[in-house]
């Protein structure tokens, strides 16, 4: 583990939950080796202490329809006042916006977007980019495959 600032069982809580974030607590408590009070008491401490930020159900998006992944590397004209905040809160309000990293490079950000088909994109791209004040440049590239997907953190 890279963290050094929580114990081993705290780690052993936190890879078991990332594998079924709907374990019991019994459960758990087996499978890590202690007794359920303590292990209990260690998930809610991580919880509080923000290392565990909530639990959710991982969707097969292909059984919604949602086949296209797209990655935009996007930079921005930054003389105007608001345009890096326009642009960040345009970005968390957007369903399909999956994931979003101010980044260093070639671009000011990547974005991951999952959408049902090209004319989704399309109308992603040019109702909602092109129209945000400052985006000065939009390089799309679409996934042909996942090769890999995973959410779990390499503890």
Request: proline share 3%; net charge negative; hydrophobic share 40%.
């Amino acid at each position: 583990m890279k963290n050094t600032s929580i114990d081993p069982a705290s780690v052993k809580i936190l890879a078991e939950l990332q594998k079924n974030g709907r374990i019991s607590s019994n459960e758990l408590a087996e499978k890590i080796g202690m007794s359920a009070s303590p292990c209990w008491r260690r998930q809610k401490e991580l919880e509080d202490n923000g290392y565990i930020v909530r639990y959710t159900a991982l969707v097969d998006r292909r059984k919604l329809g949602l086949s296209v992944v797209c990655l935009l590397h996007i930079s921005l004209a930054r003389h105007e006042e608001g345009v890096v905040e326009q642009f960040e809160a345009t970005m968390r309000m957007r369903p399909e916006v999956v994931e979003c990293y101010e980044t260093t490079g070639s671009s000011d950000y990547m974005v991951k977007v999952v959408l049902a088909d090209m004319d989704a994109y399309h109308d992603f791209l040019h109702n909602v980019l092109v129209k945000l004040n400052g985006v000065a440049q939009v390089n799309t590239s679409v996934a042909l495959r996942e090769v890999k997907y995973e959410t779990a953190l390499p503890l």
